[in-house]
């Protein structure tokens, strides 16, 4: 079974600054999809930034960007650029590519809550 | 707009009533899913459905059920066998094969005392 970590339960952040959430996961698949979701405090989940684990290229959207370690299973989250809406939970999660069934593929970590201070 | 509707954002019932919670979806997803989050943790999955008239047991399955009667709605209903049903519900749905990334709906507030 798949498992995701968050090692870091709260975080702060000056605005403007920059920021990196961590995230591990455990796996023996080869194939797999990464996600980062932001929860604001109106419980709205938003997806933040999406990798595929066969593309080498880190992806990027806008001021964020993550860090894919394959072999390290490492998927860290950076913010750059702070801003006060950014504060929210960040939630990591792990998808198994499985043609056969997609069902119950979703594996979400514990989340991290984050703080952008003024 | 496309997206996934959730009704109510809040919701009480007395202990011992089942109550259901609403999911509307009109982005034509194969996909849906209901999950719960406790404060302070992520999310745990409860059903899913890959299809009309199919659905699976999530993680913590016990003292819901759910129907997948049409494409777009997916309702849940939390069962008195729930010991502790008090929680914040959230529907999502994903298209299938294409794109595998969830959508969220809103989110219900459930409280029961």
């Known amino acids: 079974a798949q498992t995701v970590t968050q090692s870091q339960p709260e975080m702060s952040v000056q605005e403007a600054e920059t920021v990196t959430l961590s995230c591990t996961y455990d796996?023996?698949?080869?194939?797999?999809?990464l996600f980062w979701y932001k929860q604001p405090p109106s419980r709205q989940m938003i997806l933040v930034i999406r990798q595929e684990a066969y593309k080498q290229q880190n992806a990027t959207e806008n001021r964020f960007s993550v860090n894919f370690q394959k072999a390290a299973k490492s998927f860290s989250l950076k913010i750059s650029d702070s801003q006060l809406g950014d504060t929210a939970m960040y939630f990591c999660a792990f998808m198994k590519t499985s043609w056969g069934n997609y069902g119950q593929n979703f594996v979400f970590g514990p989340g991290t809550r984050l703080s952008v201070l003024p | 707009d496309g997206g996934i509707t959730q009704s109510p954002k809040y919701l009480f019932r007395k202990e011992g009533q089942n109550v259901t919670l609403s999911c509307e979806q009109n982005l034509n997803h194969d996909a849906m899913y209901w999950y719960r989050q406790d404060p302070g943790q992520g999310l745990r999955l409860i059903y899913y459905?890959?299809?009309?008239?199919?659905?699976q047991k999530g993680d913590i399955a016990e003292g819901y059920s759910v129907s997948r009667e049409k494409k777009e709605s997916f309702p849940l209903t939390v069962t008195s066998a729930q010991k502790n049903p008090t929680a914040f519900y959230l529907c999502a749905s994903r298209q299938g094969r294409e794109t595998h990334e969830q959508y969220f709906g809103p989110g219900t507030r459930l409280t029961v005392t």
């Open positions: 459905s890959q299809i009309v008239n199919d659905f």
């Open positions: 796996t023996s698949e080869n194939n797999y999809y």
